[in-house]
């Protein structure tokens, strides 16, 4: 995932027994709200809620709703949402980003899911589930059974059978956004997987009882190709989720998906706005993680952070009852905000578990010494600084997240020495290329933060002996445009969260070259048959602290060897939202403010 995505195909193993206990091993741990202590009050972070320290393995009681009430909470009212980007999917199979990552929760269950308390600690925990499953044959089998009492919104029971069509049509081609840790723990690597159904359920055809079994309407049974420990993360993912056949319009219900959460679709004016209403058959007694204080979620797009920060700022008639899932204050008005004695008790400034990149298509740009000297080019510091400064992150210097496992630092680019970037070093690589005065085609979304990075990053690129042709793309269509495989940029901004924190998924989504499509994550087109055999190599290592390592080593090398791009900052989330909100808390798992507890004051 990352502040605009967070993406799919990674694995880590970790011990079935300590799962079974309740504990996560893992060594350690996939831009956001939240409320009180440091964290929400101070100028810096609170304490790093994105490592794998921070995650348990709930129990079945844990998994019970209804879910414990918020001090002070009331019902009713409506909640506004100021969001920049359109929302570019709302089908649960689609859905990889944060921003609709986060408004999922409020109308989508999975399998299972996260339970944050007031401190930001996480559970997993059964959602649909009466638990985080349950694990045989060494880990290769998982079995789930529904809880009793669940629905869709209108009032008919959700089954196995719902969820086994939920994955079934995760194999038809059309489905390419979204994450695909189960239909390929199942079925194969890469879009291998789809051949096992390539119709997915539509022709009438169903993956065999060997491979994903419902024997009842109550039992989900997984056989995977391999062991996975880490099964209950996976199934948290939104795409693990029921799907009511005769309700499945296929690419159409990404505008209008039958709800099974607390809220279901109200109105839709896709790229103008959303209204959630209350969900009539939802029950609290089944859901562990959600509220349905509010009468409605009124999502309205198009605010610039410059917009939304204003009207928090003023927090005047309905904005004193508005916040954003993921827009942050605007890097221009940090001050203003930190400065203004009452925005102390409604911000937030959070570790995220995202790392921003400029990433290098190297179908364009073959020529390795090229892509090294734009990466000691490229000023971190200045494009950190247009982003909000020590309130949006901190300068990156590696691949990896440091709330990874195993992480260990590096700095190839030598980006803490020379934060501005080392235009002599760029400029002497593209000499010895051959290639100075090559022309780059730098491709950045039409946001107000993005057109000021822009500025800086044509500067230090022009310096270092590049000439640039800016492409500025709809930030609507921009995560489309990017993920295109030809694409005609060669470069562009991307960024990524872990979505639980291992390497693992991390390294192959962006790197293996046998990820490349439309719509997939290796946004630098990297395809190294080492990496990939490196990739396999490490999965196989079934021990988690002993493979962390290794991903290290192999993030390390391809930054430094193959450069596919280049890590820019380690990114914060700083929030703002109105006086007339309570119940709003910060979501460490997906880095953004978490709606599941809002009310109206």
């Known amino acids: 995932m990352t502040p605009t995505s967070r993406f799919p195909r990674h694995r880590v193993r970790l011990s079935a027994v300590a799962l079974a206990a309740g504990a996560v091993v893992l060594s350690a741990c996939s831009s956001g709200g939240g409320g009180g202590g440091d964290g929400g009050g101070s100028h810096g972070p609170g304490e790093d809620k994105t490592t794998s320290a921070n995650y348990t393995l709930g129990t079945r009681a844990d998994s019970t709703g209804p879910a414990p009430e918020v001090p002070g909470a009331k019902k009713g009212g409506t909640v506004g949402v100021l969001q920049r980007d359109a929302f570019n999917h709302l089908d649960p199979g689609q859905i990889y980003y944060i921003d609709i990552l986060t408004n999922q929760l409020l109308y989508n269950r999975s399998l299972t899911g996260y339970k944050i308390d007031d401190k930001g600690r996480v559970k997993v925990v059964g959602d649909l589930a009466t638990d985080a499953g349950t694990a045989s044959d060494g880990g290769k089998t998982w079995k789930f059974t529904l809880k009793d009492g669940l629905k869709f919104e209108d009032g008919s029971p959700i089954t196995a059978k719902d969820v086994r069509w939920g994955i079934e049509r995760l194999y038809a081609s059309y489905q390419s956004d979204g994450p695909l840790y189960i239909p390929q723990w199942l079925s194969g690597d890469g879009n291998d997987f789809r051949k096992a159904l390539p119709d997915g359920p539509y022709e009438g055809k169903h993956l065999p009882s060997s491979v994903l079994d419902t024997p009842d309407d109550k039992t989900i049974i997984f056989h995977f190709r391999q062991p996975h420990a880490d099964t209950p993360f ?29 809220y279901r679709i109200g109105e839709h004016k896709p790229g103008k706005s959303l209204t959630l209403v209350r969900n009539e058959h939802w029950d609290p007694k089944t859901d562990p993680i959600r509220h349905q204080y509010a009468d409605r979620f ?109 992480y260990r630092p590096s700095d190839p680019f030598g980006k803490k020495a020379k934060p501005a970037g080392d235009p002599d070093k760029a400029r002497a690589l593209l000499k010895e290329a051959g290639k100075e005065g090559q022309e780059i085609v730098y491709a950045y979304a039409n946001t107000d933060v993005q057109q000021k990075v822009s500025v800086v990053v044509t500067q230090a690129l022009e310096r270092a002996g590049f000439r640039v042709q800016k492409k500025e793309i709809d930030a609507n269509t921009w995560r489309t445009a990017i993920a295109e495989v030809k694409n005609r940029f060669d470069i562009y901004r991307t960024s990524w969260g872990a979505d639980w924190p291992v390497p693992s998924t991390v390294v192959p989504p962006l790197f293996d070259g046998r990820q490349i499509s439309d719509g997939a994550q290796n946004y630098g087109h990297l395809n190294n048959p080492r990496v990939n055999a490196d990739i396999d190599r490490i999965n196989a290592i079934p021990d988690v602290k002993k493979a962390a390592p290794e991903w290290q080593k192999l993030a390390d090398r391809i930054l430094g060897e193959d450069v596919p791009g280049v890590p820019t900052f380690y990114n914060r989330q700083f929030s703002l939202w109105g006086s007339g909100l309570g119940g709003i808390k910060y979501h460490p798992v997906y880095g953004s403010v978490d709606p599941t507890g809002v009310y109206v004051k």
């Open 234 to 262: 996976a199934t948290a993912m939104p795409n693990v989720a029921p799907v009511k056949a005769e309700k499945d319009t296929k690419q159409k219900y990404d505008t209008a998906p039958f709800s099974c959460g607390p």
């Open 298 to 406: 009124d999502i309205s797009f198009g605010h610039q952070y410059a917009d939304s920060t204003r009207r928090f700022l003023a927090d005047q008639g309905a904005d004193k009852n508005a916040l954003s899932f993921s827009n942050a204050v605007a890097p221009e008005m940090t001050e203003k905000v930190l400065n203004q004695p009452d925005t102390k008790a409604r911000r937030l400034v959070e570790v995220q578990p995202y790392v921003d990149y400029i990433s290098f298509n190297t179908d364009r740009l073959k020529d390795v010494k090229v892509r090294k000297a734009l990466a000691y080019a490229m000023p971190n510091g200045q494009i950190l600084q247009q982003n909000g400064g020590a309130t949006a992150g901190v300068v990156a210097t590696g691949l990896l997240s440091p709330a990874m496992d195993g």
